[in-house]
């Protein structure tokens, strides 16, 4: 099957362009805001929608620094030697999902504190809604045509411009679906009732962690780093395995201390 014609680039102005990659971002974003801001309207959430917007553009620093830095540092240290200004050249893509999530984390711990909210309670009202940006990303990562899956022989394999003459797995559609739509699905139905505290963020962790850690099975390493270990342990698992422990951790520490969970 052959790659559909997409121009990465969605109008141009002179030097400016918008990309759909960065419109991936911006959907995520808005689509977040929404959201959050309809919860928020719930009896007793203890939310506004002010606290909401502060939460979300908070949130969104946290996502392209720590989603650039996160890049730079696992994936393209090497690139960055040699050119030192690829590290801003976001438009370009190249952005780790994990770095991402700790700059997410750093920015709720800071409006945490501002606010006087418990961090667990603001990851677990905000993380219901982050499978919406992984989908619009890895949508944006499909349309630059980067981050493709390995060769295969079904019928859905795709030939990606710069990937050879062999088809390969859009892995990147895969994680859309798992990481994206499935597991919003899950998220929003398991927050749509009042759960104990840690139990939204720790399906979120394990969720995440585990359809990633699948889904890298079919996703061809990047070639500068390649196999970790033992032919076939990718940078992608070995970051999403402390994921999946600390969902599993979250889980064991809300059912011991039995803590009561803000209100969806």
């Known amino acids: 099957m052959a790659f559909p014609e997409i121009d990465p680039v969605i109008v141009q102005f002179g030097p400016l362009a918008v990309r ?33 917007g502060d939460l979300v553009f908070y949130s969104a620093l946290g996502v392209i620094l720590g989603g650039r830095l996160g890049y730079v540092l696992f994936y393209g240290w090497e690139r960055l030697l040699e050119d030192p200004m690829f590290a801003l050249r976001i438009q370009e893509g190249g952005m780790s999902f ?15 504190r501002k606010t006087g909210r418990h961090f667990i309670d603001v990851t677990d009202f905000g993380v219901p809604v982050v499978p919406i940006g992984l989908c619009a990303g890895r949508l944006g990562n499909f349309i630059n045509a980067e981050l493709w899956g390995r060769t295969t022989d079904a019928p859905w394999g795709i030939v990606f411009p710069g990937g050879g003459p062999l088809p390969r797995h859009p892995s990147q559609l895969y994680e859309a679906l798992l990481e994206g739509a499935v ?82």
């Open 20 to 52: 759909w990659y960065g419109l991936m971002y911006l959907v995520g974003f808005l689509a977040g805001w929404w959201l959050m801001r309809r919860r928020a309207t719930k009896p007793d959430s203890g939310w506004t929608r002010v606290a909401v």
């Open 98 to 112: 994990h770095g991402g999530m700790l700059g997410v984390l750093v920015a709720a711990a800071w409006f945490a």
């Open 183 to 264: 597991l919003f699905g899950l998220l929003w139905w398991f927050s749509a009732q009042r759960r104990p505290r840690y139990t939204v963020s720790g399906l979120f962790l394990l969720g995440y962690g585990s359809f990633r850690f699948a889904v890298e099975f079919f996703r061809e390493p990047d070639a500068h780093l390649g196999f970790l270990f033992l032919d076939w342990v990718t940078m992608g698992q070995l970051l999403s395995l402390p994921m999946i422990v600390a969902g599993c951790v979250f889980f064991v520490i809300a059912r011991r201390a039995g803590t009561p969970a803000a209100a969806p």
